[in-house]
């Protein structure tokens, strides 16, 4: 996982918030197949946290506190949207950058793994308790070392 994160500036950060992590972050990789929400979309990872939420006085945002996280990545997921990949380029859930042919597992494992290390921040469980999509900041990112690989590999042709 650190390979596939410390190729790019923003992914080295990710990398950066999992290490030095105050809660404890759990990272599972799961060897089995594609995995897929109730809708039928592809899951390439899961986050699940748990913490304290609070609201000061007289406030309406709740604040929260992360105490641990439980992160998944589904390999056979991330397989699938590489195999799609090579016939036409893929977008992983929200994201604007898509996933292309010349993208290698360790850079898409990257991609994901930066998305899902967002879920584990107290900012962005913040977001979501006070009703905010929690998916926003974490499609930022994964977009983010999208473009950071795909300018590498431009560099290098």
């Known amino acids: 996982l650190g390979e596939a994160l410390n190729q790019t500036a923003t992914g080295k950060v990710q990398f950066d918030k999992l290490v030095n992590s105050p809660q404890k972050i ?5 060897k089995g197949p594609a995995v897929y929400d109730k809708n039928g979309k592809l899951m390439p990872g899961l986050t699940v946290s748990a913490g304290t939420a ?13 105490e641990s996280a439980k992160m998944t990545i ?3 997921s991330i397989n699938k949207l590489i195999e799609e990949a090579k016939t036409k380029d893929v977008f992983s859930g929200e994201g604007k950058e898509p996933i292309t042919k010349a993208m290698t597992f360790d850079d898409v494992l990257g991609v994901i793994v930066g998305h899902e290390i967002d ?4 900012e962005n469980n913040t977001i979501g308790a006070n009703g905010g999509n929690i998916e926003n900041p974490a499609y930022e990112t994964s ?8 300018e590498k590999k431009l560099k290098k042709n």
């Open 143 to 150: 977009d983010k070392i999208t473009r950071e690989i795909k």
């Open 26 to 30: 759990e990272v599972n990789i799961d």
């Open 54 to 66: 609070s609201t000061e006085n007289g406030s309406n945002k709740t604040t929260v506190e992360v």
């Open 74 to 76: 589904f390999m056979g």
């Open 119 to 122: 879920h584990t921040t107290n």
